[in-house]
């Protein structure tokens, strides 16, 4: 169970994440299971995402003791169905409209998480694989049972975060991550090093959440087992087993993760997995705010995210309240969940020119982003990126506001497009400019 479950502490909150995917490699079976049983010797609750094919293999291998340890873990995710064969994810769904992506993330990725709940259980979680960050979980997961998506810093879209975030449909976990790249090939020999950064790390930031990334693979192979067969875009024929450390360095690899466990377990970290943390999370519902307020918040901190006395508002939340409230006398406003535009193509770059829009026209598009928030459950199309600079309706304040919201969205050279799957020049900027469309709906999470 999670260390220091009780009352909500001051101390940073990390979480170890394992990502169990090389389905090619019988010897990745064991370090997996010798890895589960050192974090319970020590003590410490992990998070494990399942590749669809590897459970499978795990079944076909007779490894029936894995998938019934697997069973007793309390935090299950899913790791897309076949990680890195090609088309990976990314290079599947990136010439496809939002639209089709959806239903071919569901159709595709549905497979695996069958192959998941029918050897293991339901997965809480979905974690891309690799650099295959795409949008569309955002708001599809929940077809699929899930309503967490457990990304990381080297691969989110999203910028690090300290605390989990609202993203479109989910509750987005896009936390720094605070090991060695790579780590697990790297140990021993690296075991202190990664021991130190995560001290440096909570030395800077005493209570926020951070992650550890581990493949079980690495601590018995010398290279990265999908690398080998599926660099560049091209699919090695027939595919093979990652090469093999010795017997001798794969002991001394899994005996020192056992003493990189023990010393974290001494640090002052509260260590927590993604199951406890959901259920730490405070279910999102209608946030009430005031006028007053929201003119304020809107001054200082430009379109979303906001915080607010009731809670938190992303951007679109923010519109729409602004909106209802040019339409009314109240004083405030309960405000529900709002989906971002499903087309938008950017914002202005810096304050229009000219006069403001005349109170006709702001009434005007205040009533079509009522309506269609009242109708749909999202902003309207096109029209929101011309106008929301002004808020001078509801008794707020005539400006240009930021469109701060896109700050949480990494610039393309920040992105990890030179994932070593994907093949050459692989740039799938549609997946990028649905990622900032869909940042309309960021806002934090309360955790109690």
């Not at 009780?6 to 370090?31: I, K, M, W, Y």
């Not at 020192?256 to 943390?277: N, T």
Request: glycine share 8%.
């Amino acid at each position: 169970m999670p260390q220091c479950q009780g009352v909500l502490s001051l101390s940073a909150r990390g979480f170890l994440r394992f990502d169990v995917e090389d389905f090619l490699t019988p010897e990745s079976d064991d370090a997996l299971l010798a890895m589960m049983d050192s974090m319970r010797r020590v003590g410490l609750p992990g998070s494990y995402g399942l590749v669809g094919k590897k459970v499978v293999a795990l079944e076909q291998r007779g490894r029936e003791e894995i998938l019934a340890r697997l069973r007793e873990e309390p935090a299950i995710g899913f790791h897309s169905t076949s990680h890195s064969e090609h088309p990976t994810l990314a290079e599947a769904l990136s010439p496809l409209d939002y639209a089709a992506a959806r239903r071919h993330f569901v159709e595709r990725e549905g497979v695996g998480v069958e192959m998941v709940r029918q050897r293991v259980k339901p997965p809480l979680y979905f974690t891309q694989p690799g650099g295959n960050w795409v949008p569309e979980a955002v708001e599809s997961l929940p077809e699929l049972g899930m309503d967490v998506f457990f990304t990381d810093s080297f691969n989110s879209y999203v910028v690090d975060l300290p605390e989990p975030y609202w993203y479109g449909e989910v509750l987005h976990l896009s936390f720094p991550v605070v090991n060695p790249r790579p780590f697990g090939l790297g140990l021993p020999q690296n075991r202190d090093d990664a021991v130190r950064l995560i001290e440096e790390h909570v030395a800077r930031d005493a209570d926020g959440m951070f992650m550890v990334m581990l493949h079980p693979t690495e601590l018995v192979t010398t290279a990265f087992w999908d690398a080998v067969n599926f660099a560049r875009g091209a699919t090695r024929k027939p595919l093979s087993p990652a090469p093999l450390r010795s017997p001798e360095e794969q002991q001394r690899a899994l005996a020192s993760f056992e003493e990189y466990l023990y010393a974290l377990s001494r640090l002052p970290v509260d260590w927590w997995d993604v199951a406890y943390l959901k259920g730490r999370v405070l279910p999102r519902g209608p946030v009430t705010v005031s006028r007053r307020e929201l003119a304020a918040r809107l001054v200082q901190e430009g379109w979303g995210p906001l915080r607010v006395t009731d809670g938190t508002l992303s951007a679109a939340e923010a519109l729409y309240a602004w909106a209802k409230l040019a339409m009314t006398d109240g004083e405030e406003v309960s405000v529900p969940y709002v989906g971002a535009p499903e087309v938008w193509h950017g914002e202005p770059e810096e304050p229009p020119h000219g006069p403001w829009p005349s109170r006709e026209r702001l009434r005007a598009f205040a009533g079509a982003v009522v309506q269609s928030v009242e109708r749909t459950g999202r902003l309207p199309r096109e029209p929101v990126a011309g106008l929301t600079f002004a808020v001078g309706m509801a008794g707020l304040v005539q400006a240009w506001l930021p469109w701060r919201f896109l700050t949480y969205i990494k610039e393309p050279e920040q992105l990890h497009w030179d994932w070593p799957i994907f093949p050459e020049e692989f740039r799938p900027w549609r997946l990028w400019q649905d990622a900032r469309r869909l940042a309309w709906t960021l806002k934090p999470a309360r955790v109690r």
